[in-house]
C-alpha cells in the first residue's frame, strides 16, 4: 500500500487545478506551513533557507515581529482595510515617511500615486504619466530589462519567450543596449561596454535619421532583475541622466526590484547621485504585503481625476506593515548590514569561483547579487567567454532546493543564479547559505560529469 502524505496531497491538488501559468511549484515542489525570517517550514517539517523572499517583498524576512505588530494593531483599533483612495491618518503617515526617504531634491517637490498593488500597475501609471505630460510617442526601455507581466509592461521587457506569440502589445517601444559588461551588447567588453552604450545613446537620440519619434520617457533598471542580478555602472547611469536631462525625456527609474534598500541604499539610483523625474516601488514597500506607487516631480502632474485608478490602491495593511519596514529599516542599521553581507557574499562566490570553471560571473549590488553558469565544455565567444548554461543551472537549482536551500534562477538562458535574502540575514546566516550554495553547485557538476 502506498501512503500519500499531505505535503503530496496538497501538490497534487495544486497541480491538477492550477492553471499552467503557474511557475514557482515547478521549481520548488514544497508546502509551506510556517515561515519565520530568514527559514521557510513545510508541511513535513523541513526547513529551507529562503533566499528568493518573495522575489524580494519581503525585506525584513517572513512574519518580522515590527510586521505582525503593525497588523495586529490595525486590526485592534478597527481601522477600515479598504479605503479606494479615501484618506486615512494611517495613509498620510505612510505617505509623510516615503517623502522622507526621498533625496532632498524630491522631498518637497514631488508627487504620489497609489496605484494596484503590483508594480506592474506601477509602472503602467508611470507611462500614462509621462505620456501626459510630454505628448511624447516612443519608449525607449533596455534589452535584458523586466517591467511587469501586463501586456504594456511586456512590451517594455526584454524577455522574448513571454510575448512572442501575444499580438497588439504596446507599440512605439524601442530597446536600447544595456551595459551587460560580461556579455557585451557589442562584443568589445574590456571596461568599454557602458561608454560605448552611453555614446550609442546620445547619437541615436540626437540622430534625425534614428527612426524613433519624439520619447515620452525611458525606462530603466539600474540592476537588472530578472535579467540576470546585472548592476549598471554608476558612471553610466549619471551619463544616461545627463542624456535624458539634456533632452527634457523623463527618466523612470523601476525601483520595484531594487528599492527600499536592496541595493545597500534607500533607492537604488542614490549610489550614482542622480535625481530621476519618475520612481516606481512596489514589493518591499508595502512591508510583505501589497503595495505600489509612482512617485513623480510635481511638474508631470498634468493627468486628470481618474486617470489611473484600482479598486486595492488604499490597502491599509499594507500601508501599515510599509511604514513599520521603512521606520525599521532606517532605525535599526540595515542599510549597513545589506552593504557588509554583500561583500561576504560577493567575496565568498568569487572564491568559488576561482575553483570551478562553470561559474563564469559573478556580480551584484548589495543584496541582489547573481551567479552567471557557464559551459566550459563549448566554445568560447568573442569575448572569450563560455555560454551560459540553463541545464546546469537547473541542476544546481534542484540541488540547493534539496539541501535546504530556495533560490531563483533568471538571465539569458535562465543560466543565472540569483540571491535575494532578507536585508536582515546575518553573518551567520550567510555563511550557511554560502555553504549550502557550494555544495549544490559540487554535486550538480559531478552529476553532470557522471553522464557524459
Known amino acids: 500500500m502506498i501512503t500519500i502524505n499531505a505535503g503530496e496531497a496538497y501538490l497534487k491538488l495544486q497541480n491538477d487545478k492550477e492553471s499552467n501559468a503557474q511557475s514557482y511549484p515547478r521549481h520548488f515542489p514544497l508546502v509551506i506551513d510556517r515561515a519565520k525570517g530568514l527559514m521557510v517550514t513545510d508541511t513535513e517539517g523541513k526547513q529551507y533557507y529562503d533566499c528568493l523572499s518573495g522575489a524580494g517583498t519581503l525585506a525584513l524576512g517572513h512574519n518580522h515581529d515590527v510586521v505582525v505588530a503593525a497588523i495586529k494593531d490595525v486590526l485592534d483599533k478597527q481601522i477600515p482595510l479598504h479605503t479606494l483612495d479615501l484618506a486615512t491618518p494611517l495613509k498620510l503617515a505612510f505617505m509623510q515617511e516615503i517623502f522622507s526617504i526621498l533625496p532632498v531634491p524630491l522631498r518637497n517637490t514631488s508627487k504620489i500615486q497609489f496605484c494596484g ?247 551584484g549590488r548589495g543584496l541582489m547579487i547573481g551567479v552567471e553558469i557557464v559551459d566550459p565544455g563549448e566554445c568560447k565567444d568573442r569575448l572569450g567567454h563560455y555560454p551560459p548554461s540553463g541545464e546546469l543551472a537547473s541542476k544546481i537549482q534542484e540541488r540547493c532546493f534539496r539541501n535546504g536551500l530556495i533560490i531563483e534562477v533568471g538571465g539569458r538562458r535562465s543560466a543565472v543564479m540569483r540571491f535575494l535574502p532578507p536585508l536582515t540575514i546575518t553573518a551567520r546566516e550567510t555563511a550557511e547559505v554560502l555553504s549550502i550554495f557550494e555544495k549544490s553547485v559540487m554535486e550538480a557538476i559531478e552529476m553532470t560529469k557522471s553522464k557524459c
Not at 187 to 208: F, K, P, R
Not at 229 to 248: F, Q, Y
Not at 315 to 329: E, V
Request: aromatic share 6%.
Open 117 to 363: 498593488p503590483t508594480g506592474a500597475d506601477g509602472v503602467e501609471a508611470a507611462i500614462k504619466l509621462v505620456k501626459n505630460a510630454t505628448k511624447g510617442k516612443s519608449i525607449l526601455a533596455f534589452q535584458g530589462g523586466y517591467h511587469g507581466s501586463t501586456q504594456a509592461t511586456m512590451a517594455m521587457s526584454g524577455n522574448l519567450s513571454k510575448k512572442q506569440h501575444l499580438q497588439s502589445l504596446l507599440p512605439d517601444v524601442h530597446f536600447l543596449p544595456f551595459p551587460y559588461e560580461y556579455r557585451c551588447p557589442f562584443g568589445v567588453g574590456e571596461g568599454m561596454t557602458a561608454q560605448i552604450s552611453a555614446q550609442y545613446i546620445e547619437n541615436l537620440l540626437d540622430d534625425c535619421e534614428s527612426g524613433i519619434a519624439a520619447p515620452c520617457c525611458m525606462i530603466i533598471e539600474t540592476v537588472q532583475g530578472e535579467g540576470g542580478a546585472i548592476p549598471a555602472s554608476i558612471e553610466w547611469l549619471r551619463e544616461v541622466r545627463r542624456i535624458t536631462a539634456e533632452r527634457g525625456i523623463p527618466l523612470i527609474v523601476d525601483e520595484v526590484q531594487t528599492g527600499i534598500g536592496r541595493t545597500g541604499a534607500m533607492f537604488s539610483f542614490e549610489h550614482a547621485g542622480i535625481i530621476p523625474d519618475v520612481i516606481v516601488c512596489s514589493k518591499a514597500i508595502g512591508g510583505s504585503l501589497p503595495m505600489s506607487v509612482v512617485i513623480y516631480k510635481e511638474e508631470l502632474d498634468q493627468w486628470k481625476p481618474g486617470a489611473h485608478t484600482g479598486t486595492f490602491r488604499g490597502n491599509q495593511l499594507g500601508m501599515a506593515t510599509g511604514l513599520a519596514t521603512l521606520k525599521y529599516i532606517q532605525e535599526n542599521g540595515v542599510l549597513a548590514n545589506v552593504s557588509e553581507r554583500s561583500v561576504q557574499f560577493l567575496d565568498s562566490l568569487r572564491r568559488l569561483q576561482e575553483k570551478v570553471g562553470e561559474i563564469g560571473d559573478v556580480r
